[in-house]
C-alpha cells in the first residue's frame, strides 16, 4: 500500500497532474484562444482589403487629374509656341 501512495504522490503522479494541465490548456486554447485570434485576423484582413478598394479608387482619381493636367499643359504649349512665333517674326 505504500508503494502506491509513494507513486501516487511521486512522479507519476506528477505526470498525471501534468497531463490534465495540458489537456485543460489545449482546450481552452482551442475553445477560446484560436477562436479570439482568428477573429482579430479576420478583422485585419477586412481593413487590408478596404484599404486597397480605397487605393484603387485614388489611383483612378489621379489618373484622371494627371490627364487633366496633361491636356491643359499641351494647351498652354500650344499657346507659348504661338507667342514665341510671334515674337520670332518682328
Do not use: C, W
Not at 63 to 81: A, F, G, H, N, P
Amino acid at each position: 500500500m505504500e508503494e502506491y501512495i509513494n507513486l501516487i504522490l511521486g512522479p507519476f503522479g506528477a505526470l498525471v497532474v501534468m497531463a490534465f494541465v495540458l489537456f485543460g490548456l489545449y482546450r481552452v486554447g482551442i475553445k477560446h484562444i484560436l477562436p479570439l485570434i482568428k477573429s482579430s485576423i479576420d478583422k485585419h484582413l477586412e481593413q487590408v482589403d478596404r484599404m486597397l478598394d480605397s487605393h484603387k479608387e485614388d489611383r483612378e482619381i489621379f489618373k484622371e487629374t494627371i490627364k487633366q493636367i496633361v491636356s491643359r499643359l499641351d494647351k498652354v504649349e500650344d499657346d507659348v509656341s504661338y507667342i514665341k512665333g510671334k515674337i520670332d517674326n518682328e
